[in-house]
Structure formats: C-alpha cells, structure tokens
C-alpha cells in the first residue's frame, strides 16, 4: 500500500492516527494533530496561497506545550521588553528570530498572519535569515500574542538581538552593492561610447566627434573611479601609511595611471584613451568581491544567533507566587523559580525541589546532573524534569556563562595571524614593476626617444596590470566556497582555505563531536519468560514517553503504538511506573523497581525493568560514538595529521573512545581556559592547528586556534564563533573541507603561474617598445579571462 | 550626426535616474531578501488586512512595477 504522507510537513502519516482537514477543496491527511492545527489555522485566515506556492514543505508542526505558552508572557514583563526592544515613537521595534521556515512562502505567510493583527503597525520577514522585524504597539497587543499567533502557524519565534558586527556587515554589503551598479552600469556605457571610437579608428571619424565622445567617457568613468574604486585606492593609501604595500597598491597604481593618461589624451587630443578598460577592471574586481562578500555574510547570519543562549527572562518567587522579570536584572540574593524544561537563567544554589540539569552545553559532560536542596545551579543549563527554587548567586554576567563569553571576547583577538599569501607577492611583484617602468621611462627619455617614453611606459604597465595576479587568488576562493557551501559546509573566514591545506594537527571535542551527545541503548538484556526483547523495549519506550528526561530520549526509537501503558506516574530523580496488562510494571534504578542493588544482574545496568517485582530487563546507556567517526579518523591520520582529543570529560569513557580511535594524545578534565592554553601550546610549537567542537565551552578556544570547526548540532554559540560550520551534522564534511582547501590551493597556484609566465613573456617586448597599448589591453583581458575561467572549474568539482 | 550632442545627454540623464532608483532599491531593502520579493508576485492580494492593507499593498506594488 502506498504511503502516504502528511499534507502539511510531507512525512510519513503513522498508520493508527487520522486527521482529516478539508484545504483547497480536497480533503487531505495530516500525520499529527499539531500539523492539522496549523493547516486548520492557515485555512481560517484565508491564507491558503501558501500551500499552492511553496516550494518545500513545512518543518512537522509540533502541537506547543502549555508550559511554552506560559514562558512566552515572560516578555510581556515591561523590564524584558526594554531589554530586547527599541521605541519607534509609540510603537516597540524588536527582532525576532524564527526557527522552522524553510521557504520563502513561509516568510509570506507569517507577515500575513501578524498584518491580519491591527497592533502590528510593520512587518518584515527575511526567509534568507530567518528574521523577522516587527513594529507594533504594546500597549494593543502584548508581545506574548504576537509570538503565540506565529507558533499557531508551527513556526518557533523567540526575541534577537543584532550583534553590532551583523549591523555592520549589512551596510557594508549595502556599500557593495551600490558600488556594484555605479561601476556596472558605467561600464555600460563607456563600453558603449568606446565602440565608437573603435569603429572610428577603422572607418575614420571626424575630430569634433572623436574628442566629444572621449570627454564623455571621462565624464562617465569619473564616478567609476572616485566612487566605485574607492575601497582599493583607502585600502592602498593605509598600506603605503603603514610602509607596506598589498595587492591593492599595484592595483590602484594601474587605475591611476591609466585614468590619467587617457585625462591627459582627451585633454591635449593626442594618443589614446582607455577609460573602458578602467571602468571594466573596477566592474569585475567589485563583482568578485561583492560574491565573495556575501557569501560570508550568509554564513555568518545563518548561525549568529548569539543571544538566544542567554537567558532572557526568569521569574521572581516571593514565596508564594512569581513575577516576570529580566534575567539581566537578577542581582545576588534574588530567589527564583525554574519550571521543568526552562533555561536556568543565573548561578545560584537550589533551595528547594529536586530535578536534574543538563548542563553539557557548559562542561561537556553529557550526563544529567542531579539537583537537590544545596546543590549549586549554572546559568546556561536546563532544567530537565523538576521544579526549582533557587537563591541567585552572582548576576549574570559574572556567571560561569558570562566568564566563557568574556574569555571568548579576550581570545577574539588571539586569533594567530597570517600574512596573506598574496600579499607577499604583490610586495615583490610591485618593487619589480616600479623599478623596471622608471628604467623603461629614463632609458626612452634620455637615450631612445623622449616622444614616445610616456606611451612605453605606459603599455609597460598596461602590459604587466596586475589583473590577472590580483584575480587569481579571489576568484579560486570565492568559486572554492561556493563550491563547499553547496555541499553544506559555511565557511565564514576566508582565511580558512588559505590555512587548511597546512594543516598538520587536529584538536577534536569529544562529546557532541567524536560521539553522539545523547544516550542511546548499549547493551539491553532480557530475564522475562514470556515477553521477547522487542516487546519490552516497547513498554519501555510506551513508559518514557511521559518523562522529558534525556535517558527518555534513547528509547523514543523503539516506540509502538500497540504497546500501551496505563496509569503511567513519574518520581522525579528515581524513574517511572505504570499498569501493563494488569501488572505493576517499575522502570528506573534498581532501587526504585524494588530490586536488590547488590544483585550481580542488575549492579552495572543504568536502567531496570521489573513487572510485578520480578525483574524483567536492564538496560545499558552510552553515548556512542558518531557512525562515520572510526574510518574518519584512520583517513585523517593516513594525510599524516596529528590527532587530540580536548574534552571537558573527566571519566574513564574519554580514555576508552581515543584507545578505541587509536588517538594517543588526549587531554581531559579541561576547563575552558585549558582548552584555550593547550590550543595556544600546540601553535606556539608551530602547528597550524584545528579545533572542532560543538558546546559552549568549546567557543573560547575556536580563536586560539587557526581554524574552527563546529556542527550544526552544536550550540548557537559556537556556531556563531566558528570559522566553518558543518551543516550536514556529518564529520565527513571534514575530509571534503580539506579536500577542497587543497584543491583551491592548485587552482591559485596554477593561476599564479600563468600570470608570472605572461608577465615574464609580455614585459621585455613592452620595455622594447613592440607592444602598442592596444596589444597590452588585449593581453591583459585575455590573462585575466583565462584565470577566472580556470577558476571557474571549481566549481565543478 | 551632430544630433549624438543632445541624445547622449539625454542617455546619461536616464542613467542617472536608474542609478538614483537604484540606491533608493538598496536603502529600503529591497535586495536583502532576494527569494521572498520573487514569490510575492504569486500570492493575490486580496485586501483582507484593513490595518495593515494599504502598507501591504504598497509594498507589493512597487516590487511589480519594474
């Protein structure tokens, strides 16, 4: 029998459940009820056109929690708004954040669904980003309504913040693309202009026209050259400041000339003029650039969600009930309440209630810990299963949180520092090119012929433009990452491909990075007569189903809807019970299922099962290791790189996974701040050095080394501070990263090459006087065509 | 020929004008996201919105116009 597939999110319907919903006329099958909910939603407002338009299907649209609800009027909270929000007059500006749009009709859809709101004054949803900027009067309509009416569409919107740098990096694009258009469109209409004058040279043409037409294209190409071309010539005049020369002195020396020998053409009527070539050479560098540009700036925004991590709200507990408040405006002292699934927003010690905390994000350590009366809390880390009542300890900028990212900030400019490759030679290539163009000029003007020195010369740097070189590197990288992004690797650091190929030692985060980050069932064993391993996973999986806790998670996969338990209960910190087939079944430690703890069967297992008493499974939990890791890892050393592993664990199971990978040097137990130091030991010995990783306390080290590596699982933080992100979740990516890198390396190598070979050949002819400027326009453009066409075949790749 | 002396100018003048639309482009943001702008055509605008209707149907005008 066919399939057959949810209307609203395209997965498998499960064969048990029927929802019907009548859209557009048919009636269609939705595999849960929160994806029924959303359609129900999207037919009300009239906003059917989605489901007609989309290009992809919608993210599976979980029905929203109560508690959820609940955390969302925590932004109502006056103190939380002023933190998150800018007043536009009477109406609040705030940033939102959308996580499950996954195309642009969903971005269509949500500014429908608020503009339907008549407290919503603008909208404006960016499906690239997954931002939304939103302008409405709180006063009408609290925020909690706002976010409540987009998770009624199954889309999660929470409050942003911009970093400074992303508001930067907006304008700058912005700057790029004006720049863009004023170059392009002039270089249209010099070009224009130029054919004229080309047909004139053949066919003749009268002076008045002639001179007419060159003093247009002057007029045309002065915009080029004091707007458009006016990074290189600022980033060229900062060089020669600070005495040293890049590839944008040889560049802007080549503009200038040029420019001012067709001025003084079209101003005295003689020799020639080259505006085109001006205007083309300004177009082409600005394209590159721009592509280049925007890309990082996609990767960049794609992953900088970095105020998402901090706690934004908490609640006040008086003793008898709670008050909303800012997290920011916690001091020492204050109690708080935590409720079962939130972010504990501050350092402190827990007064009272007992649950247990994930805190892997800040230690690494994937275990849940217990918490109990005295225990002390990390702002950061999430409350599994129980409610809390915790007396702050210190703000939160003085939490652990806030030190890591403090550290972060300190290592930002630890980042080891590399001298552009081509820079270097555009160093030697500019010193030879000004010494032999002054020789060429004397040698004509004192000794062959002073008429015609000026026009040596300048084919002599016509000749030798630098196009082709200053091309060469930009176009094999930017084509190397677009090539790597579609293959869902970001890169946000260009640098990163000018590095890899030198790679020579590798730091790897354990948990989250060599292995899983979440339980998954190791060993099960079976002591029931009559149920078989399948069926008591089920009952298993049918009992944790009630429980948030991670160990839960592990059996979700085993799950069955025939397998059904009654009367399911959880006690907080021991396990769960339930009625299966009028037998009292017990699930958690030995303890708790009413077992001996000293009975040899049960004393090494995380998990029993006992049905009425009697023992009937234990099951063992590990977190494992990622599938394609072991043969990763052989392949990795075959290219003679050097392996660590760098983990905040401190158990035997850090020893046992890099005895199991065959990786000697392995560091443990390590603190943030000795990640950063055994990262900066390995770049000081000389390493050029990579750190992959994916928690909160991997992020401060990402700059002290060379390049950073994180996955798309890992926390908005270090993906927001890591040079590459790998976003198939895959550290295979790793191989075809590299891979890559060495591959653009090639391209630049053989770009190089063929631009110092030209030079070499087109030189001596042009100092001889053999190459009219015309030829040397013809050499230069057919140079630079082949290295961006050899560039190009990167993309293929 | 010498017409070209009143037509360039009038050329560039047009120039200017799409240079001058397209920076007005740029500063409302109309290139920041590039896939939502081209699927806005497809949906119909059926003025259901009174609030927020005539921002709406502005914004959706001008993206038709060129």
Not at chain 1, 48 to 68: C, G, I, M
Not at chain 1, 257 to 271: E, Q, R
Not at chain 1, 324 to 332: F, G, H, N
Not at chain 1, 513 to 536: D, I, M, P
């Amino acid at each position: 029998m066919l399939q057959q597939r949810c209307f609203h999110c395209h997965e498998p319907v499960p064969a048990a459940v029927d929802f019907h919903y009548d859209v557009l006329g048919q009636s269609q099958v939705f595999c849960c009820a929160g994806c029924q909910a959303v359609a129900e939603t999207i037919v009300a407002q009239g906003l059917t056109d989605y489901y007609k338009f989309r290009s992809k299907a919608a993210a599976k649209a979980n029905a929203v929690p109560e508690e959820l609800k609940a955390q969302l009027h925590s932004y109502d909270s006056a103190d939380v708004l002023q933190d998150l929000s800018q007043s536009v007059g009477d109406a609040q500006r705030i940033e939102l954040s959308v996580s499950g749009m996954s195309c642009a009709a969903c971005a269509w859809l949500i500014e429908r669904q608020l503009q339907q709101n008549p407290a919503v004054q603008r909208v404006s949803v960016n499906s690239g980003t997954a931002r939304c900027e939103l302008i409405w009067y709180p006063q009408q309509a609290p925020l909690s309504q706002i976010l409540g009416a987009v998770s009624q569409l199954g889309y999660q919107a929470s409050p942003f913040v911009a970093d400074q740098e992303e508001q930067h990096f907006q304008q700058e694009l912005n700057a790029y693309l004006k720049r863009l258009a004023v170059s392009g469109i002039m270089t249209m209409q010099v070009m224009m202009l130029a054919f004229g004058l080309y047909f004139g040279e053949f066919s003749g043409i009268e002076a008045q026209y002639e001179g007419y037409l060159r003093w247009v294209s002057l007029l045309l190409t002065l915009p080029v050259m004091a707007y458009s071309a006016l990074p290189f010539s600022s980033s060229a005049w900062r060089a020669l400041k600070a005495r040293e020369l890049n590839m944008d002195v040889p560049i802007t020396l080549a503009l200038y000339y040029t420019f001012a020998a067709s001025l003084y053409a079209t101003v005295f009527d003689t020799g020639e003029v080259y505006f085109e070539s001006v205007c083309m050479f300004v177009f082409l560098l600005q394209l590159g650039k721009f592509f280049e540009f925007r890309a990082r700036k996609q990767a960049r925004d794609a992953t900088s969600n970095l105020l998402k991590v901090m706690p934004v709200s908490a609640t006040l507990w008086d003793g008898s009930q709670g008050s909303p408040t800012s997290a920011r405006r916690l001091k020492s002292g204050d109690h708080i309440l935590v409720k079962a699934g939130e972010i504990i927003p501050a350092d402190g010690v827990v007064q009272s209630g007992i649950s247990s905390a994930d805190e892997s994000m800040l230690t690494g350590e994937y275990k849940a810990v217990a918490k109990q009366p005295g225990d002390a809390v990390l702002a950061g880390s999430i409350n599994h299963d129980g409610i809390l009542v915790v007396q702050v300890r210190s703000a939160l900028t003085e939490s652990r949180l806030g030190q890591i990212i403090a550290l972060q900030q300190q290592t930002l400019h630890q980042k080891p520092a590399l001298l552009e490759k081509t820079d270097r030679i555009a160093r030697f290539f500019v010193q030879r090119l000004l010494i032999i163009a002054t020789l060429t000029f004397s040698a004509w003007y004192f000794w062959i012929d002073p008429d015609r020195a000026f026009w040596v010369t300048l084919s002599v740097l016509v000749a030798t433009c630098p196009c082709a070189l200053s091309l060469a590197t930009p176009t094999a990288i930017t084509c190397a990452l677009a090539q790597l992004n579609r293959q869902g690797i970001l890169i946000k650091n260009q640098q990163v491909l000018d590095v890899l190929p030198q790679l020579s030692k590798i730091f790897f985060d354990k948990t989250g990075t060599l292995t899983q980050g979440r339980f998954s069932l190791s060993e099960v064993r079976v002591y029931h007569n009559a149920l078989g391993k399948t069926e008591l996973l089920a009952l298993m999986a049918a009992l944790e189903q009630q429980s948030e806790h991670p160990i839960a998670r592990a059996f979700a996969p085993y799950y069955q809807q025939a397998v059904a338990a009654e009367q399911v209960s959880l006690t907080v910190g021991a396990g769960l019970s339930g009625v299966y087939q009028q037998q009292q079944v017990r699930l958690g430690s030995a303890a708790f299922c009413g077992l001996v703890p000293t009975d040899p069967r049960v004393a090494d297992a995380q998990v029993c099962l006992s049905i009425a008493g009697e023992l009937a499974a234990t099951v063992q939990l590990s977190d494992q290791l990622r599938a394609e890791v072991p043969a990763l890892m052989q392949r990795l050393q075959a290219l003679r790189l050097k392996l660590a592993i760098l983990t905040g664990d401190a158990s035997a199971a850090a020893a046992a996974v890099a005895t199991q990978l065959h990786i000697s040097e392995l560091w443990q137990g390590c603190s943030p701040e000795q990640k950063v130091s055994a990262i900066s030991q390995a770049v000081k010995a000389g390493e050029k050095v990579l750190m992959v990783g994916d928690g909160i306390n991997d992020s401060p080290c990402f700059h002290a080394a060379h390049v950073s590596v994180a996955l798309d699982s890992g926390t908005e933080l270090s993906k927001n501070q890591a040079d590459v992100v790998l976003l198939h979740n895959n550290l295979q990516q790793l191989e075809t990263l590299i891979a890559g890198a060495r591959r653009a390396k090639r391209v630049v190598r053989q770009n190089l090459w063929w631009a110092a070979l030209y030079n070499l050949v087109i030189i001596p002819l042009a100092v001889c006087g053999f190459v009219s400027p015309y030829v040397a326009v013809i050499g230069m453009s057919c140079s630079s065509l082949l290295v961006v066409s050899n560039s190009l075949r990167l993309l293929k790749a | 020929m010498s017409i070209i002396y009143v037509l360039i100018p009038i050329a560039i003048l047009f120039v200017l004008i799409g240079i001058a639309i397209f920076f007005w482009a740029v500063r409302s943001k109309q290139f920041d996201d590039l896939d939502k702008e081209g699927f806005s055509i497809l949906f119909n605008e059926k003025a259901k919105t009174p609030p927020a209707g005539n921002d709406a149907s502005h914004e959706a005008g001008t993206s038709r116009e060129p």
